[in-house]
């Protein structure tokens, strides 16, 4: 449902929309919340903000788990940087026993440690990680092609293209599976994701809302 769209951009250890993915690139105010989520400036890299994607998202049909999201934010409201030092030792400690859902906690809690490094840009990685659960065993094969061959494609144009460690091609990476599949790719989240190279974030982000949306 369209309420179901929540603005907790204020929330401990959760940055958001009035930030480097947001408006002016201004990091968000402690405390607070906002009732929209504001559209990205012409000076963010990104086409979206990860709030303004939900919404594209829901409008479109796509099933995202918002309680689920609003469960990982009433859970990240804990966090205190003082007592836990970085969001992705929270999230390694977090117990989800107050968590109702029918997701894997495990694949869960490891898309919540390798996204959380994306509050040094200030990105709202809740609703990247709700969007990444959601996605179908199919939908996840299919984005990494897309990733796979987006990146390939650079090759011409840079020679970071060629740091990508891609163990599997998407056909192999499609033959793969279980846990086998997951394994592969959280590997290339995590070389994309938890990179020192912003190129990579922003590569990794617009990419996932190109393939995701590409008519919004």
């Not at 890299?45 to 689920?68: H, W």
């Not at 659960?133 to 094969?141: D, G, I, K, W, Y």
């Not at 998407?170 to 989240?189: H, K, V």
């Amino acid at each position: 449902m369209r309420q179901g769209i929540k603005s907790h951009e204020g929330s401990p250890g959760v940055v958001g929309p009035s930030s480097v993915e947001g408006r002016n690139g201004k990091g968000a105010a402690s405390g607070g919340s906002s009732s929209s989520a504001p559209a990205v400036s012409a000076s963010s890299p990104f086409l979206f903000t990860s709030q303004e994607f939900v919404g594209k998202m829901v409008d479109r049909g796509f099933e995202v788990d918002l309680e689920l999201r609003n469960q990982l934010y009433m859970l990240s409201s804990a966090y205190a940087p003082a007592e836990h030092g970085t969001a992705s030792r929270f999230w390694k400690e977090c117990s989800f026993e107050r968590i109702h859902t029918a997701r894997c906690h495990q694949r869960l809690r490891r898309l919540l440690i390798f996204f959380s490094v994306l509050e040094k840009y200030r990105v709202n990685y809740i609703n990247l990680v709700v969007l990444f659960l959601s996605m179908t065993p199919q939908q996840q094969r299919n984005l990494y092609r897309h990733y796979y061959l987006e990146w390939v494609k650079r090759g011409s144009r840079s020679s970071e293209a060629s740091s990508i460690e891609w163990l599997h091609t998407p056909r192999e990476f499609s033959g793969l599976g279980g846990d086998a599949q997951e394994t592969a790719w959280f590997y290339i989240i995590e070389q994309f994701v938890c990179s020192e190279h912003f190129v990579r974030v922003v590569f990794f982000i617009n990419q996932f809302y190109t393939y995701m949306a590409p008519f919004v």
